[in-house]
């Protein structure tokens, strides 16, 4: 049982084993709600559609109560503090917040300045964290491959702006994957050798031999002008194809947080190939995933 869920590095091995157990119980059917009744608010500042629909179903199918916080209609456009906002959430009712935000680490400044025991999910912070994503493409990993241990895993594409990147790399470091990161020089975040991590500009040599490939979109939203400028040519050196990928990393698992932009990163034929299933399969065990962390907080009993 937890509070909140903020970032993969203030988990241990065990918690994430045990959340990824609960989810396979929630995939197989064979674990019950614990938080029945209980309220969950849905506020997103950035557009969505995996995150919020698989945590909104989530929620629905715990038997949670769910407020879809509409933050154009909401009273922060009447200047109303983040701090004003969720004390009057807590005292509406409201349990837990499942809360997306372009603002790096905005939870833990929301938990400093608010003083009620009001429950937080990350559901993604700028470039920062999104920790239910690795949880989610952890799962998927395993179902694939049986353990990362020792595993090569590629994360190609836009790793500057990726909370995901940074939210796998912490969780696949912690059970023992070998991981590589492939970006262009405009992609990749300042002092990379804090990374701790292979750095590759070439995408080929980067998936030679992976066991998973994991592709990242272009985060056009979050590109200054000169990274603008400089990423135009950027599919044709790190566009994935079927022939790419059966060429250098024949037995490897395509994967892809979404949302996917196709022939930007990844073909259209790769995508829609058997290889491209995956990137679907990850979609659905982030409903099982939401469902083990949503139900964490407030406590299981295994049927
Ligand atoms: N992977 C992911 O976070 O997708 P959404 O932005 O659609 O939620």
Sequence with gaps: MFNHLIDIE??????????ISTAQAFKKDTITSSAKGKTACLM???NSTRTHCSFEL??????MHVLNFDIGASSFSKGESIKDTFENLYFIGVDAVILRHSENKIIDRILENISYPLKFVNAGDGNCAHPTQALLDYMTML???GSVEGKKIVIAGDVAHSRVAKSNLALLKKFG???HFCAPEYFMPENPEKFNVIWHDNLEEAISGADVVMLLRVQNER????TVKKCGNYSDKYKLSSEILNKYAPNAVL????PVNREVEITSELLDSTKGVTILEQARNGLFVRMAVLNKMFGEKDE
């Design 223 to 226: 590109l200054d002008s000169e």
């Design 255 to 258: 994967m892809h947080p979404g």
């Design 177 to 179: 994957a070998e991981v």
């Design 58 to 63: 989530a929620a629905k199918k715990l038997k």
């Design 143 to 145: 179902e694939k491959i």
């Design 10 to 19: 203030r988990l241990s091995t065990e918690e994430i084993s045990d959340i």
């Design 44 to 46: 997103f500042f950035e």
